[in-house]
């Protein structure tokens, strides 16, 4: 097995929010430590990985950025399906991609796993000083739909690695939690099909008799 194969889970996590918000950059960010100025906007979807460690097991994170503009969001739509993980993103200098988190979040409820793990994402932060989005607002609306929240900025690399580890994170606690009550279902049906088989061998053994 090649060391980019050698992991334990493998997660899909998407990014979305308008077009321009930063996703592409919180990507790179993330997995190359990279930022660039002069991106331009995600046609279709573009997807990069990179490998985390958490409780001693390797997670790969399949990370998806699908393009924010309308004309899109049909070929888009189709690659929600296996996420377990988003990010759903706003740009906190522009009040109108916040505005737009609710289109973005029943797009995301109506294409994705119901269990999907999501987290807000205000990103920009270094474009505090214009500020459009209040953190008292941001954080309102994430309680409202249960997300965790976090403010980024893929320019000055702040957060961006704790906004998807802690998304990594809880996905895998979730993931590890399902296995073990899956286990214990499957273990609990092999009990009654024991006892079931150990009731039943005493009066076939008296017909032989």
Not at 85 to 96: F, H, P, T
Not at 155 to 165: P, S
Not at 174 to 193: E, H, P, V, Y
Request: overall charge negative; hydrophobic content about 40%.
């Amino acid at each position: 097995m090649s060391k980019d194969d050698d992991y334990d889970y493998l997660f899909k996590v998407v990014l979305i929010g308008d077009s321009g918000v930063g996703k592409s950059n919180l990507l790179s960010r993330f997995t190359r430590d990279e930022f660039n100025l002069e991106s331009k906007s995600t046609i279709g979807v573009e997807f990069a990985t990179k490998s985390i460690t958490t409780n001693g097991k390797v997670i790969k994170a399949q990370i998806w950025d699908t393009a924010g503009q309308e004309r899109y969001r049909a070929i888009t739509s189709a690659y929600y399906r296996g996420a377990v993980g988003a990010l759903l993103v706003y740009d906190i200098s522009k009040r109108v991609t916040f505005e737009n988190l609710e289109r973005w979040l029943q797009e995301l409820r109506d294409h994705a796993d119901p269990n999907i793990v999501i987290m807000l994402v205000g990103n920009k932060g270094d474009l505090r000083h214009l500020r459009a989005v209040g953190q008292d607002e941001a954080l309102a609306f994430a309680e409202k739909h249960g997300l965790a929240c976090i403010e980024t900025s893929a320019l000055e690399a702040t957060n961006v690695e704790t906004a998807f580890m802690r998304l990594l994170s809880e996905i895998y606690t979730l993931m590890s939690s399902r296995q073990i009550t899956d286990a214990d279902s499957f273990r609990n049906a092999q009990t009654a099909i024991q006892v079931e088989a150990v009731q039943a061998t005493p009066s076939r053994g008296g017909c032989c008799n």
